[in-house]
């Protein structure tokens, strides 16, 4: 059901709240945390994740007097509730009496409760419970006033390799391939004699002596990520019985490798995203964007929502720092001017016991004479002023092509190097594009639902495989009029892990006009680059980790290897097809003059995307008609408007935008500030302004 957060929103406004456990806490906290919600600007909470055994201390014993109390005191104080179905966590009563309830490791350990997320997702015992319990809470409060969306599970990434789970990935193999015949020629079983005579011989890739089958290991990730969904499915399909039409949704975590959340998105009815970024990476705020991407690519191109986040330290991590409220501030803003309509976090009340009880939450543990919570409650009164973002487009002109497939197959053992690793890839692209003042969606290339021609600019970084297909569709995106980017080691196997036989990138060299006979490890220091292209000539940049014995077959060679093993290769080359270009960067290329920004940088002037940088940790985005800006680093900055303006949506360019209040005059939002649309503004560290043009 498209449009599931926007039913939320119309009514709500930005969503702001988080998780709420009242299972850990008395009345008495209850009343005083509704109390300090309400000051907050709390709005939404999610309520009972892990709440199964408060709710079934017993097979079939319930209890839910304290819940309907809570749901009720929400409801009186208006604030509304995502409900979850407590599944998450299965009670002890569960894995005591049906032991193959419990998941089993690759290497056969079982895993025992007293943790939390214990269940094999095979299991009849869980899923049965699991149904049973759901449907108790659906049929209790569907018609509850204060519940408004529904959170199946959590975070769902359970992994099992016991024999149940074997028994469903051959019936899942059964429904892919047909015959042992078709199996045994997908999965190339005549390698080290592997061949299937019989189903019952297949199994999940369990500790072995050596390598598994690449074919297999892809199989049995698409089967878990499947088998994941139809549990979620069985969720919500109970939900559905009792409530015909609030969303259900629950909540994916970014680039997670558990699940392919392109094979989810049909059935989430919100796009829900928990994220953690590390305030010690340097990259935190860069890589916090992109995540904040893939959340609005899986929306395709709309609203999402932040589900989790910390309001300061996690405390998961070996050394958790803590976030300031000024720093938090700008990664809810950043995640709004991405496209997100809500800032939920783990938790609304900071934890006393249990693992968790150093995790931050909106409600320190010290209370609400607290930086932090003080925090929480500004921002809260912001984003009620913001309320005009709803539903907004984020403006945007470029994709990066990244899909799960290629992820999971890259990252399989046995490849010409283990460290080209394609998630860091794929950040260090987009650390170039977020430098350089680019918005990009983060889709998937294997998708057919993908409409690649609504981007100027196509970047493949980390595309490993190819199928023909998907191919074909980037052929004809160039052909027609599109730029592309082409990464390192791209295109080199299919759907299962096989290499494409022929010079490389075997399904698409003729539309880079380059092909490459050779993957080649570079040696540590890495290789000298020499660029000689028209307009390039001069600059000088390293190539690491990988390069392709590549030659040129017809694309104007920008850039070749000059020592090394590849010494007189081509390393950068551009090339027409049909009316679009493509670029081809076959290494890990670093500056500082010669680096992968330089290339990036002339394949956006290529493709007439214009650059928004502002200068060092100040990011500027455009959302429908409204600028933020944001510092993210701690020192001073300034925001040139004029430049900032002259990269926004052409109804902001041309001034065509209609009002009585002329567009080259910006609103500050939050401080009612007008301001000259050539002026330019100092930010303070951290500092995140949100200006309107038009009549805000
Ligand atoms: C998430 C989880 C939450 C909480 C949080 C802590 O993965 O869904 O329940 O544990 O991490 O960061
Ligand atoms: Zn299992």
Redesign the pocket.
């Known amino acids: 059901m498209a449009g599931g957060l926007a039913r939320l929103t119309d009514e709500l406004g930005i969503l702001y709240g988080g998780?709420y456990n009242p299972e850990q806490w008395d009345r008495e906290v209850w009343r005083e945390d509704v109390a300090l919600m309400r000051e907050a600007g709390v709005n939404l909470v999610t309520v009972g994740?892990f709440s199964w055994s408060h709710l079934e201390p017993r097979p079939g014993e319930y209890r839910f007097a304290w819940l309907d109390e809570v749901l009720d005191l929400l409801h009186d104080a208006g604030i509304a509730v995502d409900l979850a179905t407590p599944v998450a966590s299965p009670p002890p009563w569960l894995g005591h009496r049906h032991p193959e309830s419990l998941p089993t490791t690759a290497d056969g350990t079982v895993l025992s409760y007293g943790s939390r997320n214990q269940f094999c997702p095979s299991s009849d015992a869980y899923r049965t419970a699991a149904v049973a319990i759901a449907e108790q809470v659906a049929a209790r409060y569907a018609r509850h006033p204060a519940v408004r969306m529904w959170h199946a599970g959590?975070?769902y990434g359970q992994v099992c390799f016991c024999d149940r789970c074997a028994e469903r990935f051959r019936d899942w193999l059964r429904a892919r391939y047909g015959t042992l015949d078709d199996l045994n020629a997908a999965w190339a079983t005549a390698v080290w004699s592997q061949e299937y005579g019989d189903w019952a011989e297949i199994l999940p890739p369990r500790v072995a002596p050596y390598h598994h089958n690449p074919a297999q290991e892809l199989d049995f990730r698409r089967f878990g990520s499947d088998l994941l969904l139809d549990l979620y499915r069985e969720q919500k399909a109970v939900v559905r019985r009792h409530d015909r039409d609030r969303p259900v949704t629950t909540?994916l975590?970014g680039f997670f490798g558990g699940i392919d959340p392109h094979d989810w998105r049909a059935d989430l009815d919100v796009v829900a995203d928990?994220a953690?970024p590390d305030p010690a990476s340097p990259d935190a705020a860069a890589d916090a964007a992109l995540v904040n991407h893939l959340a609005r690519g899986l929306a395709g191109g709309g609203s999402w929502l932040r589900m989790?986040q910390?309001a300061s330290a996690?405390s998961?991590r070996e050394h958790n720092l803590t976030k300031s409220p000024e720093r938090l501030r700008t990664e809810v803003l950043q995640a709004l001017a991405h496209g997100c309509d809500g800032a939920l976090f783990?938790q609304w009340r900071q934890a006393r016991s249990g693992p968790?009880r150093f995790?931050s939450a909106m409600l320190p543990v010290a209370g609400a004479d607290t930086a932090v919570h003080q925090g929480v409650r500004s921002l809260g009164a912001e984003l009620r002023a913001l309320r005009g973002l709803v539903g907004e487009p984020v403006h945007r002109r470029v994709a990066l092509l990244w899909d799960w497939t290629s992820w999971w197959a890259a990252t399989q053992v046995a490849l010409p190097t283990a460290r080209l690793d394609p998630l860091a890839t794929l950040q260090a692209w987009h650390r170039e594009l977020w430098r350089l003042g680019v918005v990009a969606d983060v889709v998937p290339a294997d998708r057919a639902d993908v409409a690649l021609h609504d981007y100027d600019l196509v970047l493949a970084p980390a595309q490993y495989v190819l199928d023909n297909d998907s191919a074909a569709r980037l052929d004809a995106y160039v052909a027609g009029g599109g730029h592309l980017v082409w990464g390192p080691f791209g295109g080199v196997a299919d759907g299962l892990s096989h290499l494409h036989a022929g010079r490389s990138p075997a399904p698409l060299r003729h539309v880079l006009g380059v092909s490459a006979e050779e993957w080649v490890p570079l040696p540590d220091g890495g290789s000298a680059v020499a660029w000689s292209g028209a307009g390039v000539e001069g600059l000088r940049g390293t190539a690491a980790t990988l390069g392709e014995r590549t030659r040129s077959d017809g694309a104007d060679v920008l850039a070749t290897y000059d020592d090394g093993p590849l010494a007189g290769c081509v390393a950068v080359a551009r090339h027409a097809h049909g009316s679009g270009r493509t670029w081809y960067v076959g290494t890990a290329l670093a500056g500082p003059a010669g680096g992968l920004g330089d290339v990036l940088r002339a394949a956006l002037d290529d493709a007439g995307v214009p650059l928004g940088g502002q200068g060092p940790g100040v990011e500027t985005v455009w959302r429908g008609g409204v600028l933020v800006a944001i510092n993210h680093a701690d020192r001073a900055a300034t925001l040139d408007l004029a430049a900032a303006r002259a990269v926004g949506p052409a109804a902001v360019r041309d001034a065509t935008v209609p009002t009585d209040v002329p567009t080259d005059v910006l609103t500050d939002l939050l401080t009612g500030a007008r301001h000259d649309g050539s002026a330019t503004l100092p930010l303070a560290p951290y500092d995140v302004v949100v200006l309107a043009t038009g009549r805000p």
Do not use: I, Q
């Open positions: 998780d994740v959590n975070e909540n975590m928990d953690y989790e910390a996690v998961w783990f968790e995790h």
